[in-house]
Every structure is written in C-alpha cells, then in structure tokens.
C-alpha cells in the first residue's frame, strides 16, 4: 500500500490536471479546436510518459535490492545510468516533436485548423519532456528505497498543487498561449524541486559508500574454504560432506539456518524457505514486497545475516560451506576454492527421486522451479551470473563423473 498508493495517487492526478486544463481552454473562443488540439498534445505526451515510467519501473528492482542489501555503491551507479538514459531518450523525442510538430499531429486528426493549432501547442508542450522524464526516475527512486511519504508529496505538490494553481494563473495573465506552457512549467518546477529532495537523498547514500570505504578492510583469513554452488538434484551436498569428511574439517549445510536465524532475530522457518531461494523469479514483485521504510525486507536482512555467518565461519576455521552465496561473500575474505556441481536433468530427475524421495510433482517441474528461484536469488545479491563457468575454479558433472570421483578431485585440489 505505501508503495502503490503514491502511484495510484499519481495516474488520479493526471486524469484531474487533464480536466481542468481542458475545461479551461473550452472558454475561450474556439474551445473546440483547442480542446482538440490539446488532446492531441496529450496522446503524444502519453507515449513520452508511459516510456519514461517504463524504463523509472524497470530499474525499481535493482535500486530496491541494492539499497535493501546496502549496497549503497551499487543503487548509485544504477540511478547515474538511468538518469543517463532518460535524458538521452527526452532530448531526442523533444527534438523530433520541435522539427515536425504538424506531421505528428496530422497521425491523430485529420482537421486543418486543428493541426495548425495543435502544431503551435505540442512545440510548446513537448518541452515538458525533459522534466517529465527525469522527475518519473526520481519519483521511482523514492519509491523503491521505501520513501512512500516523498514519493506521495511529490505527486500531489506537480499535479494536485502546482498544476491546478499555474492553470488559472496563465490563463488569467496570457491566456490560450499561457495554458499551453503550463505543462513544461509545471513538469520543470517539479523536477527542480524532486532533485532537490533526491539530493539529500544522495548525501546519504554517498555518506555509506563513503563510511563503507572508510571500513577496514577485513584481513583476509589463511583458512581454506571449499565454496560448492550446486543445481538442484545434482548431489552437490553429498559431495560437500564426503570432501569434508575426507579432509577432517567442518560441513556447513543445513547448519546455516540456525545460525542464520540467530543472527538476523527471524524464524527458523523463515530461514529455511528463503536462505537461498527468491521469493519470486519476477523482479519487480521482489522489489517492492515488504520492504520497510528504510528499504529493507525481511530477505535483506537474511542476508546480511547469512553474510556475517559465513564469513565468521571461514575467519574461524577451514570448512566446505554448501550453497549461500559463500563462493561470492568469501570473495576477499578467505583462499577459497570455488566449485560448480551440476548434472543433466535426466540424472537430476532421477536423484531427486531415488535419493530424496521427492514424487509429489513432476521431477522435471521441480527441478526447473528450484534452479530459477535460486539462480534469481544468487543474481539479485551478488550481480553475479548463477552457474556461468568463469566464476568457478572447478565445474564438475556429477552425472557423468560420478559422485566419488567428484569428492576425490576436489579433495586432492584442496590439498595441493
């Protein structure tokens, strides 16, 4: 609701602004023609702002995610790029619309007077664009950090306030010709005063790369640590304990959630449901779901927890940790030994079966549903491709290798 209701707000707001403009314009003489005119304006202005809010919408994910997980570094880089791309993207539609301002308008209606006049009012609206374009990103922003009351302020202050109020103003002081700039005005004076706010925002978010810079950095532990990334089914936690039973160190599997839970205060449940799985393999519906006003959801505080865990495992001792992200969180923590386990699906299909007992549904669904909640997971965190060789030492087929000779390399590659 505190995400939704700002944009509910908003698409109420255009649907008002475009009444009473319109509504205004019916008064003067030729109201028809205006309105018409006008209403051309409009439906291009549509396609403008339904592409801008697309690609606002389209960055909400990563922005959501990074700030949860307080990867302060990471939301910034993604805001700079989107900020790149709308003003990219408006500058050039806003030159298209000044060089041919009547040929766009002749796509809508095919009235002479009304072109005429519908050329003069979208020249003179399409320098909204600009404004238009970049005030949807920073409203986005603020939606996916969790500042619903910023976002709502912001809606209501550009079509609820300013809008209604410049309408009658211009039309009282110019006129026809003042209610056309109304929009540019309006969606100019609005992202002044969003960028305002988005940088005091930035201050602080500069402020966590900066005191995360300032850290110490963690010395990296002389322990080995065997990181094992798996597909599901292909019998990587076997090979996790064999290779830690063989080499006379701790397995850390489905000892992680307790420890997880522990450290984050949440249920053991919880832990055990989503340690390693997204929600959802849909972006956005993992962005904004039950995220706090701070940003952060009960999954981003899991896994900084999960973080803190395993990294207080590989200072403490050599290990094989199983899964969780370790091969990316040991990264400069620890000398680590990356492995990749996987197998084809018939291999996979038929393990899950035989040796989990798993037959309440289609092995092949099963399998596909795992791999892509955890490849989801893995990639939302880590920005890091799931699966792709070159993030791996070692990427071993259990299906055709075998389970103990997978256990053997490993092993003999850990001691030498």
């Given at each position: 609701?505190?995400?939704?209701?700002?944009?509910?707000?908003?698409?109420?707001?255009?649907?008002?602004s475009i009444s009473?403009?319109?509504?205004?314009?019916?008064?003067?003489?030729?109201?028809?023609?205006?309105?018409?005119?006008?209403?051309?304006?409009?439906?291009?202005?549509?396609?403008?702002?339904?592409?801008?809010?697309?690609?606002?919408?389209?960055?909400?994910?990563?922005?959501?995610?990074?700030?949860?997980?307080?990867?302060?570094?990471?939301?910034?880089?993604?805001?700079?790029?989107?900020?790149?791309?709308?003003?990219?993207?408006?500058?050039?539609?806003?030159?298209?619309?000044?060089?041919?301002?009547?040929?766009?308008?002749?796509?809508?209606?095919?009235?002479?007077?009304?072109?005429?006049?519908?050329?003069?009012?979208?020249?003179?609206?399409?320098?909204?664009?600009?404004?238009?374009?970049?005030?949807?990103?920073?409203?986005?922003?603020?939606?996916?950090?969790?500042?619903?009351?910023?976002?709502?302020?912001?809606?209501?202050?550009?079509?609820?306030?300013?809008?209604?109020?410049?309408?009658?103003?211009?039309?009282?002081?110019?006129?026809?010709?003042?209610?056309?700039?109304?929009?540019?005005?309006?969606?100019?004076?609005?992202?002044?005063?969003?960028?305002?706010?988005?940088?005091?925002?930035?201050?602080?978010?500069?402020?966590?790369?900066?005191?995360?810079?300032?850290?110490?950095?963690?010395?990296?532990?002389?322990?080995?640590?065997?990181?094992?990334?798996?597909?599901?089914?292909?019998?990587?936690?076997?090979?996790?304990?064999?290779?830690?039973?063989?080499?006379?160190?701790?397995?850390?599997?489905?000892?992680?959630?307790?420890?997880?839970?522990?450290?984050?205060?949440?249920?053991?449940?919880?832990?055990?449901k989503h340690e390693?799985?997204?929600?959802?393999?849909?972006?956005?519906?993992?962005?904004?779901?039950?995220?706090?006003?701070?940003?952060?959801?009960?999954?981003?505080?899991?896994?900084?927890?999960?973080?803190?865990?395993?990294?207080?495992?590989?200072?403490?001792?050599?290990?094989?940790?199983?899964?969780?992200?370790?091969?990316?969180?040991?990264?400069?923590?620890?000398?680590?030994?990356?492995?990749?386990?996987?197998?084809?699906?018939?291999?996979?299909?038929?393990?899950?079966?035989?040796?989990?007992?798993?037959r309440q549904e289609?092995?092949?669904?099963?399998?596909?549903?795992?791999?892509?909640?955890?490849?989801?997971?893995?990639?939302?965190?880590?920005?890091?491709?799931?699966?792709?060789?070159?993030?791996?030492?070692?990427?071993?087929?259990?299906?055709?290798?075998?389970?103990?000779?997978?256990?053997?390399?490993?092993?003999?590659?850990?001691?030498?």
């Amino acid at each position: 609701m505190s995400v939704g209701f700002p944009a509910a707000v908003s698409v109420l707001l255009v649907s008002v602004s475009i009444s009473v403009l319109n509504g205004l314009l019916l008064n003067h003489e030729g109201g028809n023609i205006l309105s018409a005119a006008y209403g051309v304006a409009s439906k291009c202005g549509t396609i403008a702002l339904h592409i801008s809010i697309g690609i606002a919408q389209g960055v909400m994910p990563l922005i959501g995610y990074n700030y949860g997980a307080k990867n302060h570094k990471r939301v910034h880089e993604v805001c700079n790029l989107s900020f790149v791309v709308l003003l990219v993207f408006s500058l050039l539609f806003l030159v298209i619309v000044q060089l041919i301002p009547e040929p766009i308008v002749r796509l809508f209606i095919n009235h002479e007077e009304t072109i005429e006049v519908g050329g003069e009012f979208i020249r003179r609206w399409s320098w909204c664009v600009v404004g238009m374009s970049l005030f949807n990103m920073y409203n986005s922003i603020f939606q996916a950090v969790g500042k619903w009351k910023t976002s709502l302020l912001l809606a209501v202050l550009r079509l609820g306030v300013i809008f209604t109020i410049l309408s009658f103003v211009m039309d009282a002081l110019f006129g026809v010709s003042g209610l056309m700039w109304v929009q540019a005005i309006v969606d100019t004076v609005s992202c002044l005063i969003a960028m305002v706010l988005y940088h005091r925002f930035k201050k602080s978010v500069m402020q966590e790369i900066h005191n995360q810079q300032e850290k110490p950095i963690t010395q990296p532990t002389s322990n080995r640590i065997i990181a094992i990334c798996r597909e599901f089914g292909s019998g990587g936690r076997t090979i996790g304990k064999e290779v830690a039973a063989r080499l006379n160190i701790p397995c850390y599997d489905g000892e992680l959630i307790e420890k997880i839970a522990a450290e984050s205060g949440l249920a053991k449940e919880f832990i055990e449901k989503h340690e390693e799985y997204a929600a959802t393999t849909h972006l956005y519906d993992n962005a904004v779901a039950g995220r706090d006003r701070f940003g952060q959801s009960d999954t981003d505080k899991m896994w900084l927890a999960q973080k803190k865990v395993i990294t207080d495992l590989a200072n403490a001792g050599p290990c094989v940790i199983v899964g969780r992200c370790a091969d990316y969180i040991l990264r400069d923590v620890a000398d680590c030994l990356t492995v990749f386990i996987h197998a084809s699906d018939e291999q996979r299909a038929e393990r899950i079966v035989s040796v989990y007992g798993q037959r309440q549904e289609s092995p092949a669904k099963r399998l596909h549903d795992k791999d892509e909640r955890r490849k989801a997971y893995y990639e939302l965190y880590t920005g890091i491709q799931w699966g792709q060789v070159d993030n791996y030492e070692l990427c071993l087929d259990s299906g055709k290798i075998g389970i103990n000779r997978c256990v053997d390399m490993i092993a003999d590659l850990y001691q030498h």
